[in-house]
C-alpha cells in the first residue's frame, strides 16, 4: 500500500505563502493520479486541487484558483501544494491523497475524495493575524 506524508503546514498570516508537501513511500508516486484535500472544522471535506501522473495536468478548485499551484516532483517523489495570497477561509487540515493510474483532473476528481484509495494523515495550516 502507498504510503503518503504530509508536511509543510503550520500558522501563517493572511497574505503569506505556504509549501505543503506529500511524500511517498513504497511505490512511485510518478504512477499515481494525486489530489489536495482539506477540512475545516466542522465542514465537510474540500478537494482543492488534482495533478495527473506521468505528464502532470492540473485542476483546482475555483476557491483556490490563481492562488494554489500543485506540482510533482518524480525524482523525490513528492507533490506539493504551493499556496499564496492565504486567507482565514484557508485554514484547514489537509490532506493528500493518491489513486494508481491515469486519470484526467475533472472537476469531480477534484472534489470527490471517493475516487482516491490512499491518504497520509494530514498537516495543520492557520491563517490568522
Known amino acids: 500500500q502507498l504510503q503518503l506524508v504530509e508536511s509543510g503546514g503550520g500558522l501563517v498570516q493572511p497574505g503569506g505563502s505556504l509549501r505543503l508537501s506529500c511524500a511517498a513511500s513504497?511505490?512511485?508516486?510518478?504512477?499515481?493520479?494525486v489530489g489536495w484535500f482539506r477540512q475545516a472544522p466542522g465542514k465537510e471535506r474540500e478537494g482543492v486541487s488534482c495533478?495527473?501522473?506521468?505528464?502532470?495536468?492540473?485542476n483546482y478548485a475555483d476557491s483556490v484558483k490563481g492562488r494554489f499551484t500543485i506540482s510533482r516532483d518524480n525524482a523525490k517523489n513528492t507533490v506539493y501544494l504551493q499556496m499564496n495570497s492565504l486567507e482565514p477561509d484557508d485554514t484547514a487540515l489537509y490532506y493528500c491523497a493518491a489513486q494508481i493510474g491515469y486519470y484526467a483532473c475533472s472537476d469531480q476528481r477534484v472534489s470527490d475524495s471517493k475516487t482516491y484509495t490512499d491518504w497520509g494523515q494530514g498537516t495543520q495550516v492557520t491563517v490568522s493575524s
Open positions: 495533478i495527473t501522473s506521468n505528464i502532470g495536468s492540473t
Open positions: 513504497t511505490f512511485s508516486l510518478n504512477y499515481y493520479t
